[in-house]
T-cell receptor, first 109, second 113 residues
Framework: QKEVEQNSGPLSVPEGAIASLNCTYS??????FFWYRQYSGKSPELIMS????GDQEDGRFTAQLNKASQYVSLLIRDSQPSDSATYLC?????????FGTGTLLAVQP | EADIYQTPRYLVIGTGKKITLECSQT?????MYWYQQDPGMELHLIHY???????EKGDLSSESTVSRIRTEHFPLTLESARPSHTSQYLC????????????FGSGTRLTVV
């Protein structure tokens, strides 16, 4: 079992819809969770951080954390074609981040 | 402006050459990392450092070496480049403490011919 698991996708949603990206992790002691966006050929960009159970909102993005279920999600409201990218989930483990393999999101105009 | 810089952005080099990929950050971060990523594939940690004179190998075996003589500088060296080293190399840094994410540089896309 991988330490951080994501569905590779592609996840295809129509423009204006809500995109829901999911991530599970294996280390029950993890305390910090991050979502990165990576456009093709570019480097990852941090878009959300979450540390406690519940929701964390920033503009069109909402991160959700459920430590009991070891589950992190990212919701993107009013999805735009410019949101088309790979979204990486990252979980803090001891001294470094463990990254998932990423989910490819395609927003159809 | 605080940032993390990687040079060169693109590099095409012949087999057997020695190369150094540069990474510098102006944020005063103690922790720095090197990742390797092939197109459409996952990130692989190849080296990391928690401060000056501290370097560790990552999860992916690599023939590269790193040094950390100054806080802001974390270069990666390949003594003898091979076609199998063709990849994108990403440098990142973070503050100390568990609550901080990484800031990535723009990357170096290396092609060994």
């Amino acid at each position: 079992q991988k330490e951080v698991e994501q569905n590779s996708g592609p996840l295809s949603v129509p423009e204006g819809a809500i995109a829901s990206l999911n991530c599970t992790y294996s280390d029950r002691g993890s305390q910090s969770f991050f979502w990165y966006r990576q456009y093709s050929g570019k480097s990852p960009e941090l878009i959300m951080s979450i540390y406690s159970n519940g929701d964390q909102e920033d503009g069109r993005f909402t991160a959700q954390l459920n430590k009991a279920s070891q589950y992190v999600s990212l919701l993107i409201r009013d999805s735009q074609p410019s949101d088309s990218a790979t979204y990486l989930c990252a979980v803090r483990a001891t001294n470094k981040l463990i990254f998932g393999t990423g989910t490819l999101l395609a927003v159809q105009p | 402006e605080a940032d993390i810089y990687q040079t060169p952005r693109y590099l095409v080099i012949g087999t057997g050459k020695k190369i150094t990929l540069e990474c510098s950050q102006t944020m005063g971060h103690d922790k720095m990392y090197w990742y390797q990523q092939d197109p459409g594939m996952e990130l692989h940690l190849i080296h990391y450092s928690y401060g000056v004179n501290s370097t560790e190998k990552g999860d992916l075996s690599s023939e590269s070496t790193v040094s950390r003589i100054r806080t802001e500088h974390f270069p990666l060296t390949l003594e003898s480049a091979r076609p199998s080293h063709t990849s994108q190399y990403l440098c990142a840094s973070s503050e100390s403490g568990g609550g901080f994410g990484y800031t990535f540089g723009s990357g170096t896309r290396l092609t060994v011919v």
